[in-house]
């Protein structure tokens, strides 16, 4: 039986408009990204209506996941040259006497994320690489009961060493009231009384007054 | 893929110059090219977060001598946020604590708590436009943003208003915290705080789910 011969073609396409097109959103990717920071517990914000964007320098953020633990996040200022976050971790260890090396400071002001831990604790965290065993000494999130309220530490220090930050909470939608209430009371305690609540854009209909 | 280069054979001993192709092989690039932008897609963060801020009013410390404000009784509306989702209210405050005034249960949606604030706002609202409405017809000229502040101070300065007072049940989440406020800001609340749910008003929520319970239709 005679083959049938398919006409042989070239297997190749032209692909420079393909790469043209990937260079273009490559580019723009490039451009427009801000890394999105991994959270050490998931959270998912609450919807509202407020278009307000959040501040990008000179912020300490409260994290609250939905098992009622409590974490804490503040960034370098303005600029990473001030430093802020190096001097807040060696304010906040003086008075739990614990001192830090240069070094530990530098891994510190690395660190992106929120973290939530004894302070006791904070010493592995920053020596460790591992992610499995800074989950573990995670677990327990920050200690803010009245006997030993380190979020309070954390939040005097931080307002010392950096007087322009501001609050912001962010809250899983079914965290408990109770932990958000006693947070709220520790902001206020140190004098802060402005927040922003960080939550998603929600699209409502709103109908102003009636008639 | 290999390039496939084709080339002439000579038959002489004379050499040709080789006859290139200008083809390049771009699929590595391609490659490349996907694995970035797939990179870059699943990091990035495209909408910044959205924040919503309040003001709580400052905390009296108890060597204060300050006395807590006071406020009308006719003004008031009480706020309870209570367990599953659900959001009861009463005007006035508890007169009896042996007979508390019966909560009325509603709901986060459009017809639920939203119809009733607006309801009670209805009287500063109208205030409100026909004092925007005087502004612009005196000086026509006038900016957007001075408009805002003149009536933000006069909405500040009026007495009519409710007052909401925001009280969460012990099972509350924060969400309907985060919804609440942002019903305040939609409704254009002036005045509303976050205070602290009291015994009386506890007892209240258990009665009322008590209540909604026995009897889910209601």
């Not at chain 1, 490039?30 to 050490?40: F, G, H, K, N």
């Not at chain 2, 801020?53 to 008031?76: C, G, M, W, Y």
């Amino acid at each position: 039986m005679p083959k049938i011969k398919l006409p042989t073609k070239s297997p190749r396409i032209d692909m420079t408009p393909m790469v043209d097109l990937f260079s273009v959103v490559l580019t723009f990717l490039m451009l427009t990204t801000t890394m999105r920071q991994p959270e050490p517990a998931p959270v998912d914000t609450p919807f509202s209506v407020s278009d307000k964007t959040a501040p990008e320098a000179n912020i300490m953020t409260v994290l609250i996941s939905k098992d009622s633990r409590v974490f804490f996040n503040f960034d370098n200022g303005k600029d990473t040259a001030f430093h802020f976050k190096g001097k807040i971790l060696t304010e906040v260890g003086k008075r739990y006497n614990l001192t830090f090396t240069p070094e530990e400071v530098k891994q510190f002001e690395a660190y992106p994320s929120s973290f939530g831990m004894p302070i006791q604790n904070i010493k592995a965290f920053i020596n460790t690489k591992d992610a499995k065993e800074r989950e573990r000494l995670q677990e327990k999130g920050m200690p803010i009961d009245s006997t030993d309220n380190q979020l309070a530490s954390w939040i005097f220090a931080a307002r010392t060493v950096n007087p322009a930050i501001q609050a912001c909470i962010k809250g899983d939608s079914d965290a408990p009231y109770p932990i958000v209430k006693r947070v709220l009371d520790i902001l206020q305690d140190k004098n802060v009384n402005r927040f922003n609540l960080i939550t998603n854009l929600e699209a409502t209909k709103v109908t102003l007054s009636a008639e | 893929m290999g390039e496939i280069i084709q080339e002439e054979k000579s038959k002489g001993g004379k050499k040709r110059p080789k006859h290139h192709s200008t083809h390049i092989d771009m699929t590595p690039m391609v490659d490349l090219m996907c694995l970035l932008i797939t990179f870059f897609m699943l990091t990035t963060a495209f909408s910044k977060s959205k924040v919503m801020e309040i003001v709580l009013p400052e905390k009296i410390k108890k060597n204060d001598k300050v006395e807590p404000p006071k406020i009308a009784e006719s003004r008031t509306i009480n706020i309870i946020l209570g367990p599953e989702n659900k959001v009861f209210w009463y005007p006035g405050r508890v007169k009896d604590s042996k007979n508390p005034p019966a909560l009325q249960e509603t709901d986060y949606s459009d017809e639920g708590i939203r119809k009733i604030l607006l309801d009670r706002n209805k009287l500063l609202s109208k205030k409100v436009a026909a004092f925007k409405e005087q502004t612009t017809k005196e000086n026509p000229a006038i900016t957007r943003d001075s408009l805002l502040a003149n009536i933000k101070r006069f909405k500040k300065a009026d007495d009519s208003g409710p007052i909401v007072l925001i009280k969460a049940y012990k099972e509350a989440r924060y969400a309907n915290i985060v919804d609440i406020i942002d019903e305040m800001e939609i409704c254009s609340i002036v005045r509303y705080a976050l205070v602290d749910i009291n015994y009386v008003e506890d007892e209240m929520v258990k009665t009322a789910m008590a209540r909604s319970t026995s009897n889910p239709k209601q």
